[in-house]
C-alpha cells in the first residue's frame, strides 16, 4: 500500500514528468501520470497517444520526461504497446534483455483516444493478454482540438461540436461506459479512480502493474479550460465528481467488483455540475434527469458488488 | 530556447535526449501572482507536491523545500489545498 | 511591408485577449475602406502561455499569406512579456511599440516605445480588459481607423459579452492617453 | 471596400457556406485545423439554423464510411477534415470516389505525422491524389467560401458524381480572418438546388446491388468508367464556375494566370501561396523582370490543355511543391513535367513549406533567377537575396 | 412470434437471398441471413462487411440480391449503416422521405468484421443511438482469407494463423465476449442465437427490429470449411454447441439478461469439439481445460440472469 | 536446372526467408493475397522452427503501429499486407519511415478498392510513394526471397533506419509455384546478423523521448533529414546487394537493364510484368526490332542517376504504369518524366493491368510501336496486332 | 455469362440492378448427387426450405414443390434435415 | 507458346486438387531439369465451384507471367465439366485435351481428346484421388517426365496425406492407360 512519502521516494529525485511542459494552468494530467507511474515499483517506458498531454509535453527539441516515452498517433497506442510489450517479452526468452529486469509498460491516452478512436487497438490487446498497464485519462472531451464530444462526454455538456444552443441542450447520449467494456472484455484488472484520491489511485496502479496480463485505469481528470472551472479548485471538483456518485470509485478483479470508496449518498449531483461552465446552460429538469441517471448507474453497480453471486473479493 | 539546429544536427527521427535537451521555463505564463510557502506552518505533509500539475514543488528528500518558480504556472492549486494553510499566491 | 501596407503585432498570454484585438483592428480598418487581414499564432501552448496575433492592413487587397516579418507596431499586453517572447524580433528603430505599463519595463528594444497604463486605464474606465484600452492607443497612435467606427465595431463585436458603455470608455482612454 | 463584407476566417465562412448550403447530413471528426468548420456548423444546428444532422462519429475512417452510406442513401452529405484524418479515411476515399458517392468535403491542409504538427502543408491532398476524387485548392477565405458553394454542384452533377474537396491551407486561410462576401441564403439554396443519385439505397422498391465485387474480367473497365467522371469534371467545372460567377462577380477557373502574358518565367503554386507569390510577381515586373504565376486550382482533376497552354510560352517554369516524395518526384513538379514534357520548356522546381514554414514574397527573386536551393526556406540553406 | 410458415410468407415468394451465388457448399451464413431478413415485419436495406457473404454473393455483374444492398470495405460496415440511418431519419423530418414506412438498416457482418476491425465502428453507432439491426454472423475466424484466427475463434482451435503444431495447440487465447461488449454498451437490445434454433433466432430478430434503438445479434454460423465437418452436418453441428452450453441462447433486454434456452447440461464439450478438424489436435487435457471453461461461464451467465437484483424479464 | 531447387510460390519463399532471417516480432492481419506468407511463417513458428512471436493483431493499422513499437523497442520486425491493408496503416506507414524504424513488410501487391478485386496492380504501393519508406519490387519468387533477406540489412542501416517493403505482384508471384534456391539457413542468418535501433524504447537507463510534436520551427529540417536517408538508401542498396550476390551468385540492383543496349525504344516497367515484357523484347530483337526493357526494382527510392543513364541514349521510352491517378499523370510515367524531362527522348505511357487484367508479349508490339491505345488491355479497345 | 460488356456501358459505381443482372447457375457445383423428394413423405414443415443455404428448394405458396436444380449444389443438408426422411441424395 | 515451351490447363472442382496436380507435374518437370511454373487461378469460388490451375514447361528460363491463353494440353479432372468451365477456350484442333472419363462427355472442343477412367483406375489402385491418376496420363502423352521422378516427387509431395504405394500405382495406372 503505497504512502504519499513512498511515491516521492520511488522517484529518487526525478520526477518521470518534470515542470517545464506547457499543459494549461491547473491541467489535472500530471497528478494521474506521475502518481500512477510512481506507484509501480519498477521502470516503466510510457507510450503516448495524441492528445494535450502528448502534444504539451515533447515540443521538440524539448521534453518534460525523464522516463523512456513513445508516441506514433492518436488510435493506436495500445497497439503500439502491444509491439513494446510482445518485444520485451521475446527478447528476455532470447537472451536480448535480462531475465530478472521485467520493465513495465504503461499507455497513457485520453478518453478520446480510448473511448473513441483508440478503442478497437485497445480491444485487441486485452483480447490478446498483453502485459500493459493501460491508463485513460479521462477528461471527457477531446481538450487538445478545443473541447469536441467524446464518446466519455457525459449527457447534457455543452462542447464545441455538442454545443447547446436553441434547439440543443449539449450532448443528447448517455457517455459510455468504458470501464464496463474494458470488463466484459474479461481483463484481470480494471478499476475506475480520479487523482482527487490520490492513494486509491496509486493503489490501484499498484495492483494494475501487478496483474497477470493487460490492466485498464480509467481516471477521471479534470480540465479547467474544457469544464470551465478554475484552475485552482481542479481537486475539488474531481471530489464532487465521486461524492456525487457520479464517478464511481471501483476496481473488478477477475471478474469480481468491489467498490473501493462509498459515498456518503447524500450529496446532490449538482454540486458536480455548478462549478463547470460546460453544465451551466442545464435547466432543473435536466440536472433532474441526470440525477436519475447517476442513481440508477449506482445501484446497478452496488448490485454488481453486492450481489450474493459475485463474493466480495477481500480487501487487500 | 537556444539556437535553433540545421537540419544535419538532428537524431534520426527526431528522437530528444531528456539529458540533452534544454529545459522550457514557464514560469512566465504566471499572470501576476506566484506560491509562497510559510515554512513555519508546513507539515510536511507534500500534498502540494503531489497536486502541483507543472511539478513545481520542490522537496529536500521528503521535507517541503519550496517552488520552482522557473515552471510554476500560478495554478494556485497548491495554495488551495494546502492543509495548513501554509501556501498563500502573492504578487509577484 | 510596403508603403501602404501597416502590420501591427500582438504579444500577450492565451487568454488576454491578443486574437480579439487583432481582430477587432481589422474590422474597425475593414469599416473604413481598407483591406486587412487578421490571425493568431497556434501552437501547443496553452492558457497562460505567450502568444502572438496579427493585424496587416493595406490600401490595397491583401493577398500575400505569410506571417509578418518586420511589424510597424508592436503592441505588448502584457509588460512581462517584454523579454521573454520575441517582442524585439523584427523590430527597429522606427517601431512603435505600444506596451501596456506605466513606464517601460526593462528588456524592450531600441525602437519608438511608447507606455500605456491599460490596466489601470481599464480598470478606470469599467472595461475590464486592457485589450480594448491598447486598441485605443494603436488607433491613436496611427491616427486610424476613427474613433467611432471603432467603437460601433467594438460594441458590435464584443457587446454581448461586455458592457457596451465600458467598452467605449474603454476605448476613449487609451485613444485619449496617446492623443 | 463594401459594408457587406465579413470580416470571417476561411473555417468560419465555409461553416457560413454550409448553413445555406444546409445539407442533410454531416458525418465529422475533429482535427485542427478543420475544428473551427465543423464547429462553426454545429452551433449552427444547435441554434437551429442549419436543419440536417451532425453524426459525431468515432473516427475518420467512419466520418468519410458514414458520409458513402448516407449520401448513397439519397441524402445530401458533407464532412470536413485534415492531415491524419484524410491518412485515416484514405482507404475509404479511394472507394467513395468509385462508388460515384457526391460527397463534399472541406479540407483544412495540414502537414501528415510524422513528426505530429498542425500546420499547413499538402501532403495530406497529394496522399490520395490517385484516388479519384476531385481536389479544388482556394487562396484565400473569400474563395474558400466560394468554392464549397460551388462544390455540391459539381460533385452531383450526373455526368461526374464524385467527391469533391474544397482545400484551404491549414492556418493560414482557416485561422486567417479577411474580408468575406457571402450570398444570400436563399440564392444558396437556389444555386445548389435539390440532391439526388441514380440508385438511392434507401428505396426498396427499386433494390440495388452497390459495391459489388469485381473480378479480373471487370475491373479495369470499372476503374477507366470512373477516369471518365474525372475527365468530365473539367467541362463541368468550367459550367458551374460560370453559373456561379453570375451571382458573384468573382472568376473562378480550373487554373488562375497571373501577369502570365510575356513572362519569360512563369511560377506555379497552389492555394495561399499564390497570394503571396502575387506579391513576388509585382515587385519583380516592378523592377521589370518578366515573370508571372501560374495557380492550380484545380489539381484534380488536372487541367492538362489550359496547363500546357500557359506554360508552353514560357522560356521557365519553376514549380513550388507544398508536399515532398522522398526518393521521387514531388507531386506538382511531377505533374507539370508531364504536362509539359517534349515542350522545350526549362523546368524546375523547390519544395518550400513543409509543416508550416514561411515563404515570403521576398523569397521570389531567388526562386525565380534559379538561385534558390532545392529546399526553400531550410534554415541552413536561406535563399539568396 | 414468428413460425416458419410466417416467414415464408413475409417474402412474397422473394426470397432477399436468392440462390446463385457463391458461398461454399453447405455454408451456414445465408440460413441466418434469410432468417433474419423474413422477421423483421418491415422492408429492409443491407449493409454488408468484406467478407465470405459479401465476396460470395455479388460478383459483378450479378447479385443474389432482391433488397437494397451497400458494401463499402471490411472494417466500416456499422458507420456505413450510421450513416443510412440517418439519412433515413433526416429525409423523413425534411419531408425526402414518407413518414409512414420505416426501412429497416440491417448490418451483416462476420466476426472478423465485428469482434475485431469492424468493433470501434460498431461501439461508436452503439454510443450515438442509431437505429440499426446489427447482425455478426459467428463463424469463428477469417473465413473468407482462407481460415484466419480473429478474436471470435475460441480458445484451442487451429486455424492458419494459429495452426497446431509441435511448439502449439492451436489458439492460445479465450475468444472475445462480444455480447458481453455489446450489453456493455447499454444498446437496448443484444442476443445470441444460432440459425439451427431458427425459431428462436427469428423471434429475436422480431424484437431486435423493434427496439428503440441499436440492436446487436450476435449469431453463432457453421463453416464447413473452416470448421472442417461434413456439409451437410452444419445445423447439427450447431446444435451441438448450444446444446453443450459452448453457445448459450439468451438476450439482454435494457440490460436484463434473460436465457432463452436451458440446454439439458448434461452434454460434454466433446460433443461440440469431435466433428470439427480444427479440434482434431486437442489432448484430453484440452478439451477438460475447454469444458472447464464452458462451465464457467456458463455459471456466470446463469447468474446474470438469475440473479436476485437482475429481474428475470417476462417471456414474451 | 539443379536440384536444390525447391518449387515455391513467392508467398511460400517469403515465409522461408523469415523463418531464416528469423525475426522477434510479426505483427500481421490477413488479407489476401499476403496470406500465404503469414500463414507459412505461422506454421513455421507453431512447429519451432522460427522462435519469434506473431502478433495476430486486430486491424492493419495496429500491424504497422504494434512493429513500430517492437522495432524502437528493440526487436527485429517483419510484417506483411497487400491493398486494403496498406491503405488503413498508410497514416502509420508515414510515421513509421519518419521515426525511422527499420521493420521488413512483405508486400503483396493487390489492387485497391473499390470495387473490390484481389488480384494484382501496384495501386496499394503508389498509395504511399509519398510517405519515405523504401519499395523494392521483384520479379519472380527467386527475387522475392534474394530481397526479403537483403531487406533488413539495408532497412537496418544507420546511414538508412527506415521500413523496407519488397513488392510482389500479388497471385501472379505470391502464388504462381516457381523454382527457388534458398540459401541455408546459416547463411541467412550471419547475412542479417544482430539488430539494433539507436535508441531502444525498452532501454530504462538511457530514456529518450521519441515521436515528439514539432511546430514550424523544425518540422521542414526534421523532413529534411528523412529525405536523406532515402538518399542514402541508394547506395546502400547497391553495397548491400553486392554483398548478397556473393553469397547467391544472383545480381540484383536498383534498376534492370535488359537488352537496352542499341536499343531504340526502351520499355520501363515495374514488378512481374517485366519478365513478361522480356519475353516480347526478345521476339522483337528476333525480329529485328532495337528494344529494351528498363526494370524499375528500386521505385523508392527512386535511382534517378540510373534511369537517366539508362534511358538517355533512347529515341523513345514508354512507361508502363500498373496503377493509374486519375485525374493525372500515372505514377511511373510521372517519376520518369521528372528524370527525362529536357533530355530529347520521346517519353509515351500505358496503363495496364489494373485489377488483374493481363498483359501479354504479344501485346507489346503495340506499345512499342505506338499503336497501342492509353488503357493497354480494356477489352473495347484491343491492342492492334 | 453473357457478353462482357465495355466500360462505356457499365452504371456509375458498378451499380447491380438486380432485375437486369444474369442468373449464376451453381447447379454445376453437384459432385455427382442431387437431391430428390418422395413427396407422398413430404409434410411441408418447410425445414428443408429454411436450411437450404443455396435457396434452392422450390415453394408454392407454403408447399414443398421440389428443387431449383439450376442453384443446387448439392449439400446434403435438406436430406439430413428432413424429419421424415423424404429426402434422399441420388446420383445425377 | 515458344517451341520449347509447353503450358497444360487443369479443370477440376475445388477441392479435386487441380492446384496439387499443376504443381506435382512441375515439380517433376523442375527435378528432370527443365524449368518450370505452376499457378491456379483465383475467384470468389468456393468448395465445389469450376477452378482452373496451369502447368508451365520449358527448356529455358521462364520468364513471363501472364496466363496461359493456348494451352497444349488441357486435363479436364472431372467430366461434368466439359461443358461449364470454359474447357473449350484457346482449344485448337492440336491441343491434346485429356478427361477423367470413360468416354467423351457432350460438349467438349474439336481436339485431340483422350479419355482416361481415372476415377475408376484411382479406386482400382487404391490412390484414392483421379488427379495423381491423369498426370500419370498427362506424363504418357507428352512422354515426360519420367515415371521415376513423377512417383519420386509424389511420394514427397502427397506421401504424408496418401500411401506411397497406392499413388505410385495411380500414377502407373494412368501412365500405362495412355502409353
Ligand atoms: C487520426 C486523427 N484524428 C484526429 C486527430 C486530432 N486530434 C489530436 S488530439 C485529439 C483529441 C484528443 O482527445 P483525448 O484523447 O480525449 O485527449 P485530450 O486532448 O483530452 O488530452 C484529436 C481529435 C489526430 N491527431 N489524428
Ligand atoms: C482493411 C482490410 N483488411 C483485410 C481485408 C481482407 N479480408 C477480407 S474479408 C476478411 C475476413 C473476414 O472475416 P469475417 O469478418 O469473419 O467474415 P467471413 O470471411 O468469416 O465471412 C479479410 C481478412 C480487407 N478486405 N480489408
Ligand atoms: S485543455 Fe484541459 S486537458 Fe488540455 S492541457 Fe488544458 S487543462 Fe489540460
Ligand atoms: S501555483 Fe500551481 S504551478 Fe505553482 S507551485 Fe502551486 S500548484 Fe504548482
Ligand atoms: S501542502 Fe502545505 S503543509 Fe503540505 S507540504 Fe505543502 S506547504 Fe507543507
Ligand atoms: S469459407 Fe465457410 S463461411 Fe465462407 S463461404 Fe465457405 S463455408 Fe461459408
Ligand atoms: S423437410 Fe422434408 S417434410 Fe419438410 S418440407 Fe422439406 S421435404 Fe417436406
Ligand atoms: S442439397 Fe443443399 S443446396 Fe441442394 S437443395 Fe438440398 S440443401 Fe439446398
Ligand atoms: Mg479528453
Ligand atoms: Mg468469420
Redesign the pocket.
Known amino acids: 500500500m503505497s504512502r504519499l512519502k513512498t511515491l516521492v521516494r520511488e522517484q529518487h529525485g526525478v520526477q518521470p514528468l518534470a515542470g517545464g511542459h506547457s499543459l494549461c494552468q491547473g491541467c489535472g494530467i500530471p497528478v494521474v501520470v506521475r502518481t500512477v507511474l510512481g506507484s509501480l515499483h519498477r521502470p516503466a517506458v510510457v507510450v503516448n497517444a495524441t492528445g494535450c498531454l502528448e502534444v504539451a509535453t515533447t515540443r521538440f527539441p524539448t521534453t518534460a520526461w525523464n522516463v523512456p516515452w513513445l508516441h506514433v498517433a492518436f488510435e493506436n497506442a495500445a497497439a503500439v504497446a502491444s509491439g513494446v510489450e510482445t518485444a520485451q517479452r521475446v527478447l528476455r526468452r532470447r537472451n536480448g534483455l535480462p531475465q530478472d529486469a521485467e520493465v513495465a509498460v504503461v499507455v497513457f491516452a485520453g478518453d478520446g483516444g480510448t473511448y473513441d478512436i483508440g478503442l478497437q487497438a485497445l480491444s485487441g490487446a486485452l483480447e490478446r493478454g498483453h502485459r500493459l498497464l493501460y491508463v485513460c485519462y479521462d477528461n471527457e472531451a477531446y481538450m487538445n482540438t478545443g473541447v469536441q464530444r467524446s464518446g466519455a462526454t457525459p449527457y447534457g455538456a455543452s462542447t464545441t461540436t455538442s454545443p447547446s444552443g436553441l434547439d440543443s441542450f449539449g450532448k443528447a447520449q448517455q457517455r459510455k461506459d468504458m470501464t464496463a467494456i474494458a470488463v466484459a472484455h474479461g481483463a484481470p484488472y480494471v478499476a475506475q479512480a480520479c487523482s482527487a484520491f490520490w492513494f486509491d489511485l496509486a493503489r490501484k496502479a499498484e495492483r494494475a502493474a501487478a496483474a497477470n496480463g493487460p490492466a485498464f485505469l480509467n481516471v477521471l481528470s479534470d480540465c479547467p479550460v474544457g469544464w470551465g472551472h478554475e484552475a485552482r479548485l481542479g481537486p475539488r471538483v474531481l471530489s464532487a465528481a465521486v461524492e456525487t456518485r457520479f464517478w464511481p470509485l471501483y476496481e473488478v478483479v477477475d471478474g469480481e467488483y468491489r467498490l473501493t470508496y462509498r459515498p456518503p449518498g447524500d450529496v446532490p449531483v449538482a454540486e458536480w455540475l455548478s462549478p463547470q461552465k460546460r453544465f451551466a446552460h442545464l435547466q432543473p429538469p435536466q440536472v433532474e434527469e441526470i440525477q436519475r441517471q447517476v442513481d440508477a448507474d449506482w445501484e446497478r453497480l452496488v448490485s454488481r458488488c453486492d450481489g450474493d453471486h459475485f463474493r466480495n473479493a477481500a480487501a487487500s | 530556447m537556444g539556437a535553433l539546429r540545421a537540419w544535419q544536427e538532428l537524431e534520426p527521427g527526431g528522437t530528444v535526449v531528456r539529458a540533452e535537451a534544454e529545459r522550457v521555463r514557464t514560469g512566465g505564463w504566471r499572470t501576476g501572482l506566484r506560491p509562497e510557502?510559510e515554512l513555519a506552518?508546513?507539515?510536511?505533509?507534500?500534498?502540494?507536491?503531489l497536486y502541483c500539475p507543472d511539478s513545481a514543488?520542490v522537496l529536500d528528500g521528503t521535507t517541503?523545500a519550496g517552488f520552482d518558480l522557473d515552471v510554476c504556472k500560478g495554478c494556485e492549486i497548491?495554495a488551495e489545498?494546502?492543509?495548513?494553510?501554509?501556501?498563500e499566491m502573492v504578487a509577484e | 511591408m510596403s508603403a501602404t501596407t501597416t502590420e501591427i503585432r500582438w504579444h500577450a498570454r492565451a487568454g488576454q485577449g491578443a486574437k480579439t484585438a487583432a481582430h477587432l483592428l481589422a474590422l474597425a480598418f475593414l469599416r473604413s475602406g481598407r483591406s486587412v487581414q487578421a490571425f493568431p499564432e497556434y501552437g501547443p501552448e496553452r492558457r497562460g502561455a505567450p502568444v502572438r496575433a496579427y493585424t496587416r492592413v493595406s490600401d490595397r487587397p491583401i493577398r500575400r499569406h505569410d506571417s509578418v516579418v518586420s511589424p510597424d507596431v508592436v503592441v505588448v499586453l502584457d509588460p512581462s512579456l517584454a523579454q521573454e517572447a520575441g517582442v524585439a524580433e523584427g523590430v527597429g528603430p522606427e517601431t512603435l511599440v505600444l506596451v501596456n505599463a506605466d513606464e517601460p519595463p526593462p528588456g524592450l528594444p531600441q525602437a519608438r516605445v511608447l507606455c500605456v497604463p491599460a490596466a489601470r486605464l481599464a480598470e478606470a474606465s469599467g472595461a475590464r480588459f486592457a485589450n480594448v484600452v491598447m486598441i485605443g492607443a494603436v488607433a491613436a497612435a496611427l491616427g486610424e481607423p476613427p474613433l467611432e467606427t471603432l467603437e460601433e465595431q467594438a460594441r458590435g463585436l464584443l457587446g454581448g459579452k461586455s458592457d457596451p458603455a465600458a467598452l467605449t470608455a474603454g476605448i476613449e482612454e487609451g485613444h485619449a492617453w496617446v492623443r | 471596400m463594401s459594408a457587406a463584407l465579413e470580416l470571417l476566417t476561411g473555417g468560419e465562412a465555409v461553416a457560413h457556406a454550409m448553413r445555406q448550403i444546409d445539407p442533410d447530413v454531416v458525418p465529422v471528426y475533429p482535427i485542427t485545423p478543420q475544428t473551427p468548420i465543423i464547429q462553426g456548423f454545429a452551433k449552427f444546428v444547435a441554434d437551429g439554423q442549419a436543419h440536417g444532422e451532425l453524426v459525431d462519429v468515432e473516427s475518420e475512417h467512419s466520418a468519410m464510411s458514414a458520409a458513402i452510406g448516407s449520401a448513397l442513401a439519397g441524402a445530401r452529405t458533407m464532412t470536413a477534415t485534415s492531415s491524419q484524418g484524410l491518412a485515416l479515411m484514405a482507404e475509404v476515399v479511394y472507394i467513395a470516389a468509385a462508388m460515384r458517392a457526391p460527397i463534399v468535403m472541406a479540407l483544412g491542409n495540414r502537414a501528415l505525422s510524422g513528426p505530429i504538427n498542425i500546420h499547413c502543408d499538402h501532403s495530406d491532398s497529394m496522399l490520395i491524389r490517385d484516388s479519384g476524387v476531385a481536389q479544388l485548392f482556394v487562396e484565400n477565405a473569400q474563395e474558400a467560401y466560394d468554392m464549397t458553394v460551388l462544390a455540391p454542384r459539381l460533385a452531383e452533377r450526373p455526368d461526374v458524381l464524385l467527391p469533391v474537396l474544397v482545400c484551404q491551407d491549414g492556418f493560414t486561410i482557416t485561422h486567417s480572418a479577411e474580408p468575406v462576401e457571402l450570398l444570400p441564403d436563399e440564392s444558396v439554396r437556389r444555386f445548389v438546388g435539390d440532391y439526388a443519385v441514380p440508385h438511392a439505397v434507401l428505396d426498396v422498391a427499386a433494390p440495388a446491388t452497390q459495391g459489388p465485387f469485381a473480378m479480373p474480367d471487370y475491373y479495369f473497365e470499372l476503374r477507366r468508367a470512373q477516369v471518365a467522371a474525372l475527365e468530365a469534371a473539367l467541362p463541368a467545372f468550367d459550367e458551374v464556375a460560370f453559373e456561379l460567377t453570375r451571382l458573384t462577380g468573382r472568376p473562378l477557373a480550373a487554373v488562375e494566370r497571373y501577369r502570365v502574358e510575356g513572362a519569360r518565367t512563369v511560377v506555379v503554386a497552389l492555394g495561399s501561396t499564390a497570394g503571396t507569390v502575387k506579391e513576388g510577381v509585382d515587385a519583380l515586373r516592378d523592377a521589370g523582370e518578366p515573370v508571372g504565376l501560374l495557380r492550380v486550382v484545380s489539381f484534380r482533376p488536372f487541367p492538362r490543355a489550359a496547363v500546357a497552354e500557359a506554360l508552353g510560352d514560357a522560356d521557365a517554369v519553376v514549380v513550388l511543391d507544398r508536399a515532398d516524395s522522398p526518393g521521387g518526384a514531388p507531386p506538382l513538379f511531377a505533374e507539370v513535367a508531364s504536362v509539359l514534357y517534349g515542350s522545350g520548356v526549362e523546368l524546375r522546381g523547390h519544395v518550400y513549406g513543409l509543416g508550416g514554414r514561411e515563404l515570403h514574397p521576398e523569397d521570389l527573386p531567388a526562386i525565380v533567377s534559379g538561385r534558390a536551393p532545392a529546399y526553400v526556406g531550410l534554415r541552413s540553406e536561406p535563399c539568396p537575396a
Open positions: 510557502a506552518r508546513c507539515v510536511d505533509c507534500l500534498l502540494c507536491w514543488v517541503f497548491c489545498m494546502c492543509p495548513t494553510g501554509a501556501i
